[in-house]
């Protein structure tokens, strides 16, 4: 069976946004280099599955529609911790505000914002 193994992100500083992941989750740095267009990248996750933060030369991107209403936008990343309460606290921490909070049937999940506006949807089924 096939399995994802990375999402391409452009964010303003893949630096910050990698140790940010770094603290959320434990995922540590895999790569970092030179990407297309003169632009930066860096892998964080693990060895077999890792979110890939890119930007342009000298941070440049261009910002666009809300993605839920642009075809082919990023609408989130779905993430699953163990511990749904310690990890909304550690999103606390780094400042993000947790929203839309929700219990369905098989778990509990929230959303929150990043520092580039990327959503992710935190979900535990424990």
Known sequence: MAHLEHLNITVSDPARTAAKLDE?????????????????????????????????????????????????GLNHVGVVVDDLDAAEARVRALGFAPHSHADYEPGRRFYFRDHDGIEFELVSYS
């Not at 280099?33 to 996750?45: C, K, L, Q």
């Not at 933060?53 to 529609?65: A, M, N, W």
Request: charged residues 20%; aromatic residues 14%.
């Open 24 to 72: 959320l989750f434990g995922w540590k740095p895999r790569w970092k280099g030179a990407a297309i267009h003169g632009g930066t990248t860096w892998h964080v996750g693990s060895e077999d599955q890792y979110l890939a933060v890119y930007t342009g030369p000298r941070g440049k991107q261009t910002t666009g529609d809300d993605s839920y209403s642009m075809r082919g």
